[in-house]
């Protein structure tokens, strides 16, 4: 079975500063996807950013970029320019290249504060 | 606004009772899902729905039970063989159920036991 862990299970930030969130999964698989999801005090999830597996390029939107490394199987989150809105727990999520269903495994999260 | 709608906010369950918690979607969404939250824990898949009038079960599906008979809804009802049923509830659905999807997701349901 698919595993996710994220070792902070908190974090803090200036704001302004970058901070990266750290990411580790264990799977037999080659084909499949990363995700960071952002959970505000609202607790409605939203997707940060997602890689595919089989794509050597780090995915970037805006001020979140990631640090993919398949061999070690590790997948960090960075925030650079850290806003006040940024302040969230922040779920990495992996799921298989199935040809049916979405079954994304969840790490347990890091609750991210920003200092102002 | 296209978006989840998950009501109510917060319920409340006796010993013994079933209780539902309704999800709507008007995002022309095929696939459904239903998750639930505990304290210092990831999420974790309960039931999910790829189609009208067809669903699968998650990863914990036990002691609830789910129904698709319209695109929009995916009622989730925990039944009383969920003996700890207190958790927050998430909503999501995706264009498609393939792995790839971004996942949209409502303002989740609070479940306490009385």
């Known amino acids: 079975a698919q595993t996710v862990t994220q070792s902070q299970p908190e974090m803090s930030v200036q704001e302004a500063e970058t901070v990266t969130l750290s990411c580790t999964y264990d799977?037999?698989?080659?084909?499949?996807?990363l995700f960071w999801y952002k959970q505000p005090p609202s607790r409605q999830m939203i997707l940060v950013i997602r890689?595919?597996?089989?794509?050597?390029q780090n995915a970037t939107e805006n001020r979140f970029s990631v640090n993919f490394q398949k061999a070690a199987k590790s997948f960090s989150l960075k925030i650079s320019d850290s806003q006040l809105g940024d302040a969230a727990m922040y779920f990495c999520?992996?799921?298989?290249?199935?040809?049916?269903?979405?079954?994304?495994?969840f790490g347990e999260g890091t609750q991210l504060t920003v200092n102002p | 606004d296209g978006g989840i709608t998950q009501s109510p906010k917060y319920l409340f369950r006796k010993e013994g009772q079933n209780v539902t918690l309704s999800c709507e979607q008007n995002?022309?969404?095929?696939?459904m899902y239903w998750y639930r939250q505990d304290p210092g824990q990831g999420l974790r898949l309960i039931y999910y729905?790829?189609?009208?009038?067809?669903?699968q079960k998650g990863d914990i599906a036990e002691g609830y039970s789910v129904s698709r008979e319209k695109k929009e809804s995916f009622p989730l009802t925990v039944t009383s063989a969920q003996k700890n049923p207190t958790a927050f509830y998430l909503c999501?659905?995706?264009?498609?159920?393939?792995?790839?999807?971004?996942?949209?997701f409502g303002s989740g349901t609070q479940l306490s036991v009385l």
């Open positions: 999501a659905s995706s264009v498609s159920a393939a792995a790839y999807e971004k996942l949209f």
């Open positions: 799977t037999s698989e080659s084909d499949y996807y």
């Open positions: 890689q595919e597996a089989y794509k050597q």
């Open positions: 999520a992996y799921s298989r290249r199935e040809t049916s269903g979405s079954r994304l495994t």
């Open positions: 995002l022309n969404h095929d696939a």
């Open positions: 729905s790829q189609i009208v009038n067809d669903f």
